[in-house]
C-alpha cells in the first residue's frame, strides 16, 4: 500500500466539518484515498478518519500537523494525523497460556500485522523459547503475591524502556494497578472471554457449562482502574450446545479469543478506533 497519512478527529457536532477537512486537504493537492464519518446523535458527538495520499501533499507530517492544528482548534477537535509507514511498537505480555501469544507473533511473522514487537514481558518463563525463536527479547518477571508492587514497577520500567506505543495483555493473568492503567489510557489492550461479570473467577468455561449456555465468545478492549469494563474494541461468538463438553468450550473459546484480540490489535495499530467517553468508534 501506497504511504497514507491518518486523519483522526472528534468534536462536537456541526454544520461544516466536512466541507472543512476536505477542503484543507484538496488545498494543498492532497487525495484522499478512504473516508469515514459517524454522528452520534445521543451526545451530539462526530467521528471521522481520513486517508490522506502522502506523495499528494507538499508537507511532512510535522507540517502537516501544524498547518491542520488551527482548523482543529476552531472545531474544538480531538485529533491526530499518523504515518502509515511509521510501525507501532507492540508490547506484548503474557503468563503460561500460549494461545494468544502464538498467534500474534504468527501473524507478526508472516506480516499481517503491522508493527514491530520490541519484547514480551511474563510472568513465567514458560513461553521463552517459543518468543525467542522469533527474535524476540524474552523478561520473565516474577509476581511475588504478597507483594504485587515490584512486578509492576519492572514492567513500567520495561515499557517505558522499549517506547511502548500500545501494550498487549495477550492472557496475561494479573491485574493492573489504577496508576499503570492510567498512565497508558487507551493504549493497554485486554482480552477476556464474554462471561464476565456472569461466569467470574475460576474455570468460566465449566461453569458455563453447568448452565447450559448455548453461545460463548470473547471481548477485547482497552483497560482501565475498573476492571475488565473499558472501552470495548471488538466482540465475537460461537455457537455451542448439549454435546460440547468443558474442554470443547475451552478449545472453541481459545479460538474466538485469538481472532477478537487480533482484530482489535489490527484496527488499533491502523488508527481504526476512536475511543468517546467508555465507548468507541471502530472504523473496521
Not at 474544538?76 to 507492540?90: F, G, L
Not at 523459547?129 to 514492567?155: C, L, N, R, T
Not at 468443558?246 to 495499530?269: F, I, N, Q, T, Y
Request: glycine share 4%; net charge negative; aromatic share 8%.
Amino acid at each position: 500500500m501506497d504511504r497514507r497519512y491518518r486523519l483522526v478527529l472528534s468534536c462536537p457536532d456541526r454544520v461544516g466539518i466536512v466541507s472543512m477537512v476536505s477542503n484543507f486537504i484538496s488545498s494543498h493537492g492532497g487525495s484522499i484515498a478512504d473516508a469515514n464519518q459517524h454522528t452520534d446523535p445521543g451526545c451530539n458527538y462526530f467521528f471521522m478518519r481520513v486517508e490522506i495520499c502522502a506523495a499528494t501533499l507538499p508537507f511532512s507530517l510535522e507540517a502537516l500537523k501544524e498547518a491542520f492544528r488551527p482548523i482543529a482548534q476552531s472545531f474544538n477537535m480531538e485529533w491526530d494525523i499518523t504515518d502509515s509507514a511509521k510501525p507501532k511498537r507492540v508490547v506484548l505480555m503474557a503468563s503460561r497460556e500460549s494461545h494468544c501469544l502464538a498467534d500474534l507473533l504468527y501473524r507478526f511473522h508472516s506480516e499481517e500485522l503491522f508493527c514491530e514487537i520490541p519484547c514480551v514481558i511474563s510472568n513465567h518463563d514458560k513461553l521463552r523459547s517459543m518468543v525467542e525463536w522469533h527474535g524476540i527479547p524474552y523478561h520473565h518477571v516474577p509476581v511475588d503475591p504478597a507483594d504485587k508492587q515490584p512486578h509492576f514497577d519492572k514492567i513500567e520500567q520495561l515499557i517505558a524502556e522499549y517506547q511502548a506505543d500500545v501494550v498487549v495483555l495477550a492472557r496475561y493473568m494479573q491485574i493492573l494497578p489504577p496508576a499503570l492503567c492510567e498512565h497508558f489510557p487507551h493504549r493497554i489492550i485486554n482480552i477476556h472471554h464474554s462471561f464476565l461479570p456472569s461466569f467470574a473467577g475460576a474455570k468460566p468455561y465449566h461453569q458455563a457449562h453447568e448452565r447450559g449456555v448455548k453461545l460463548i465468545g470473547a471481548t477485547c478492549h482497552y483497560v482501565t482502574e475498573d476492571l475488565d469494563a473499558g472501552p470495548i474494541i471488538d466482540q465475537d461468538v460461537t455457537r455451542i450446545s448439549h454435546r460440547d463438553h468443558p474442554d470443547d468450550m475451552v478449545r472453541l473459546g481459545r479460538d474466538v479469543e485469538k481472532s477478537v484480540l487480533a482484530r482489535g490489535l489490527r484496527w488499533h495499530l491502523e488508527d481504526r478506533v476512536l475511543v468517546h467517553g467508555n465507548k468507541t468508534v471502530v472504523f473496521a
